[in-house]
């Protein structure tokens, strides 16, 4: 257990104040010795994963943050169509996506390049290039931290059904039951094959300009790692939470006078989508800096932190960008990574 821990040094944005204790967890053992402690001190905890999609506040968390560290890739089962493996939700999930898409399994090929470990993905249902991790989730294994060891069963199992996956969200960040479980494996249930097209404008565009027909989980990946590269920061050098707004939603009566008005609609899924990036960049911030945060030149749905000193410098730059598409557009953005609060 690590005392006055900065949060700009575990998340990506790399901001935040300090959090008074930090426990790793790689094991059951490790995570009931940071309850029992968290809970004799009164704290509060918070679940970090690789913190590529967390913000941390000038304040600090005056509590316990659990880091996910808990590795393991077990084949459960596994035919020449089917294969379905559990995952240690401290696994990093690029490193996932890459075992499955060598082995010639589809369905996790869009999620190349996407930052973070294996536990947190179910949380937000992580998504991108047309999939979501809810398209290959069987089952999510967790640990209640809010159920009493003596009289409780603190195992609980969650099928995809159950975890109620959304655009952005689940049983496990939306409803009464938000921030009580710490997700231990992810049982995933992939299939061999490929994606068809067309894909996303981006993506089409890569494989045309390379003139690539093979269509294989191997060679999307490899594509969409190219494009990614492309337009999002290298977090090694650039502080960034990766997309910052959640896209927008509209029913069909909305979907139908959006485009009257100009507006780029397309469909996924069965659902009508407005890209937030192509909001932000049609309302002329591209490339703009606000408050030390930079709206990327390449991917406008994304902020570069680039001199920002403090949340509240973030939270200034999140309000001029929100006002200004509103005021143009009529659409209110809502931030995508979540706060350590």
């Given amino acids: 257990m690590e005392e006055n821990v900065k949060i700009s040094e575990m998340t990506t944005m790399r901001l935040g104040g300090a959090a008074r204790y930090v426990a790793e967890v790689e094991d059951e053992v490790s995570l009931r010795a940071a309850l029992n402690f968290a809970k004799l001190q009164g704290l509060p905890v918070f679940v970090l994963g690789g913190g590529a999609n967390v913000i941390g506040r000038d304040e600090g968390f005056d509590g316990v943050i659990l880091r996910s560290r808990i590795r393991g890739f077990e084949i459960l089962a596994q035919t020449p169509r089917e294969m379905t493996v559990r995952v240690g939700g401290g696994e990093v999930l690029d490193d996932i996506v890459k075992i499955v898409c060598e082995r010639g399994y589809t369905g996790m090929e869009g999620l190349t390049s996407i930052p973070g470990t294996m536990g947190a993905a179910p949380v937000q249902n992580v998504g991108a290039y047309g999939q979501e991790i809810?398209?290959?989730?069987?089952?999510?294994?967790?640990?209640?931290?809010?159920?009493?060891?003596?009289?409780?069963?603190?195992?609980?199992?969650?099928?995809?059904?159950?975890?109620?996956?959304?655009?952005?969200?689940?049983?496990?960040?939306?409803?009464?039951?938000?921030?009580?479980?710490?997700?231990?494996?992810?049982?995933?249930?992939?299939?061999?094959?490929?994606?068809?097209?067309?894909?996303?404008?981006?993506?089409?565009?890569?494989?045309?300009?390379?003139?690539?027909?093979?269509?294989?989980?191997?060679?999307?990946?490899?594509?969409?790692?190219?494009?990614?590269?492309?337009?999002?920061?290298?977090?090694?050098?650039?502080?960034?939470?990766?997309?910052?707004?959640?896209?927008?939603?509209?029913?069909?009566?909305?979907?139908?006078?959006?485009?009257?008005?100009?507006?780029?609609?397309?469909?996924?899924?069965?659902?009508?989508?407005?890209?937030?990036?192509?909001?932000?960049?049609?309302?002329?911030?591209?490339?703009?800096?606000?408050?030390?945060?930079?709206?990327?030149?390449?991917?406008?749905?994304?902020?570069?932190?680039?001199?920002?000193?403090?949340?509240?410098?973030?939270a200034r730059a999140r309000e001029r960008i929100v006002w200004a598409v509103e005021k143009k557009f009529g659409f209110r953005l809502e931030q995508e990574p979540v706060e350590i609060i």
């Fill in 134 to 314: 809810a398209q290959v989730v069987e089952r999510v294994e967790c640990y209640d931290m809010w159920a009493s060891e003596a009289t409780d069963d603190v195992h609980k199992t969650f099928t995809n059904k159950e975890c109620k996956f959304g655009y952005r969200e689940s049983i496990f960040n939306t409803g009464a039951d938000a921030g009580r479980y710490f997700i231990t494996h992810v049982v995933l249930k992939l299939h061999k094959g490929e994606l068809k097209p067309p894909f996303y404008t981006s993506l089409q565009k890569y494989l045309d300009e390379h003139n690539i027909k093979d269509y294989s989980p191997e060679q999307i990946r490899f594509a969409v790692a190219q494009v990614r590269e492309g337009k999002m920061p290298d977090l090694r050098f650039e502080a960034s939470a990766g997309s910052f707004f959640k896209n927008i939603y509209l029913n069909d009566v909305e979907a139908e006078e959006a485009k009257a008005r100009g507006i780029e609609v397309w469909r996924e899924h069965g659902q009508n989508v407005v890209n937030s990036g192509w909001l932000i960049q049609q309302a002329g911030l591209s490339g703009r800096t606000f408050y030390g945060v930079r709206v990327s030149e390449k991917a406008s749905l994304i902020l570069i932190n680039d001199s920002a000193r403090s949340y509240s410098d973030l």
